[in-house]
């Protein structure tokens, strides 16, 4: 018998000069700008985490790695993935698969989708068939459209295997 479970996330950072964009575990080079946060401020990585959290039944990246924290300035948010991680192992689940969308007007997001799947993946131990990446702009409308910081969301499937003998 095998229970499941699913999962949604939302994060929003704005943008930052003189800060390097960091997005699904991969550092955009060349981006003129990066987001503002207390970590590396990555957006997607964040809305995962809150998916894989909302999914187990657990709170949210706020409440196990709090901003006012200095153990988590600058924060390489591929480490809190890995640590949401255990804590759903800790309850007896794991990653299904990952269905992440960024919103960002800029910058071009599509050279690096492949290099964001498989980062998420190998975090999760699972196969980059079992993440997806995609971008996407708001068509120059609202925060997003205005260039003054992505949206990320992320859904998940959680699954918990049960031995019968
Ligand atoms: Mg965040």
């Given amino acids: 018998m095998t229970d499941i479970r699913t999962g949604f996330g939302l994060d929003v950072h704005r ?35 809150d998916a894989l959290l909302g999914a187990a039944g657990l709170r949210d990246i706020g409440y196990y790695f709090p901003d006012t924290d200095a153990a988590y300035e600058g924060a390489d948010s591929k480490k809190l993935l890995a640590r949401v991680l255990e804590l759903i192992d800790g309850k007896g689940w794991r ?22 799947r498989s980062c998420v993946a190998a975090i999760a131990g ?38 019968e003998n």
Avoid: Y
């Fill in 126 to 163: 699972v196969e980059t068939d079992a993440v997806a990446v995609k971008a996407t702009t708001s068509e120059h409308l609202g925060f997003t459209g205005r260039k003054e910081g992505i949206a990320a969301f992320a859904n998940v499937l959680i699954f918990k295997k049960h031995h």
């Fill in 15 to 49: 943008f930052q000069p003189g800060r390097e964009l960091w997005l699904c575990g991969v550092s955009i080079p060349d981006a003129p700008v990066g987001l503002l946060g207390h970590s590396d401020a990555d957006v997607a990585l964040h809305a995962l985490c």
């Fill in 95 to 116: 990653l299904g698969n990952a269905d992440i969308t960024i919103c960002a007007q800029t910058p071009k997001l599509a050279p690096f989708i492949e290099r964001m």
